[in-house]
């Protein structure tokens, strides 16, 4: 008896088929003209196309920056795109930003939007740059998103977004609480008295009191 059955289903055009279900069933028949008609089995046509992050060259020069508008608020990030199959077509990706300690209510905003024309893909990689200022303090994530609104059929669509984070770092180190002011005057009074035993006494030495 043999272990199996192959054959091929004459369809001209997969791709208008993408995620739909396909049942086959087979009739078997032997040397004796017996046949029998196998049960039928689903299968899921899925693309072959699948776009991702390269996890290995994606990076931040930095996660700690002192927000503001200057250089030393902005972190540049380095990316790459990867298709495991050639792709002629157009491909949208975006640069999103969000708090970290956000709620579930608050949305990402998209701080920039790019088209990879047709024809980047011709090696299967493309590389991409980014900058993000960091315009406050606190923690925010970053993602990086390929596709957003879900134009391109692709056989996995959970490995389209890439996360980064990075904090801006309050410069405001020194606060005011209450109970640390005479501390300060504490520390004052001694700076004045340490002056004037210093005029007083100038150079000559000072025998300290029999104990």
């Not at 001209?12 to 069933?25: A, N, P, V």
């Not at 770092?169 to 002011?181: I, P, W």
Request: glycine share 8%; proline share 4%; aromatic share 10%.
């Amino acid at each position: 008896m043999a272990n199996g059955l192959s054959g091929t289903v004459g369809l001209t055009d997969w791709s208008t088929k993408s995620r739909q279900h396909l049942m086959l069933r087979a009739t078997v028949v032997d040397n004796a003209s017996n046949s029998i008609l196998s049960d039928s089995a689903a299968f899921q046509i899925l693309p072959g196309l699948d776009l991702s992050w390269n996890s290995t060259a994606m990076d931040i020069d930095r996660i700690l920056v002192r927000p503001g508008t200057s250089d030393v608020s902005t972190v540049f990030i380095s990316t790459q795109l990867i298709s495991n199959e050639a792709y002629g077509g157009t491909v949208t990706v975006t640069l999103q930003v969000a708090p970290a300690d956000r709620t579930a209510e608050v949305s990402w905003t998209t701080l920039e939007t790019r088209v990879l024309p047709a024809g980047s893909f011709s090696d299967s990689e493309e590389m991409l740059y980014w900058n993000y200022t960091v315009a406050s303090a606190g923690q925010w994530d970053l993602k990086v998103v390929i596709d957003p609104n879900d134009l391109v059929d692709e056989k996995d669509e959970g490995d389209n977004a890439h996360y980064f984070v990075v904090t801006g770092v309050s410069t405001n180190y020194l606060e005011v609480v209450s109970g640390f002011m005479p501390t300060i005057g504490l520390l004052f009074l001694a700076g004045l008295f340490i002056s004037w035993i210093s005029r007083r006494f100038g150079g000559k030495s000072v025998t300290p009191p029999p104990m």
